[in-house]
Nanobody
Framework: QVQLVESGGGLVQVGDSLRLSCAAS????????IGWFRQAPGTEREAVSCINNYDGEMAYVDSVKGRFTISMDNAKNTVYLEMNNLKSEDTGVYYCGLDPVAVVLPECLMNVDYWGQGTQVNVSS
């Protein structure tokens, strides 16, 4: 079955960096996209960034542009999220999700079929 496994979360200070990984397995899709989402306590899950495996097209939400970088290792079906200059408002559980449609839309509007279990990111001021 499809599995998405996130890793790399932790406790850091404002201004620090973290690199999250999302390893996907158990599927045979030729084209797909994977997105990173986050959820802070008491809030809805929101998209952060996304990328497809077809042409590498990617998108970011405004709040992370210039600070976060998404990338994909197609050979490993692994997506990374490099997060720099972290802010306290970046705190939350970060999830990756897989959409079998590879078209990347602004603000990463996705129909996620599969979710990972999440990894906690805490940014302390």
């Amino acid at each position: 079955q499809v599995q998405l496994v996130e890793s790399g979360g932790g406790l850091v200070q404002v201004g620090d960096s973290l690199r999250l990984s999302c390893a996907a397995s158990g599927f045979t899709l030729d084209h797909f996209q994977i997105g990173w989402f986050r959820q802070a306590p008491g809030t809805e899950r929101e998209a952060v960034s996304c990328i497809n495996n077809y042409d590498g097209e990617m998108a970011y939400v405004d709040s992370v542009k210039g600070r976060f970088t998404i990338s994909m290792d197609n050979a490993k079906n692994t997506v990374y999220l490099e997060m720099n200059n972290l802010k306290s408002e970046d705190t939350g559980v970060y999830y990756c999700g897989l959409d079998p449609v590879a078209v990347v839309l602004p603000e990463c509007l996705m129909n996620v079929d599969y979710w990972g279990q999440g990894t906690q990111v805490n940014v302390s001021s």
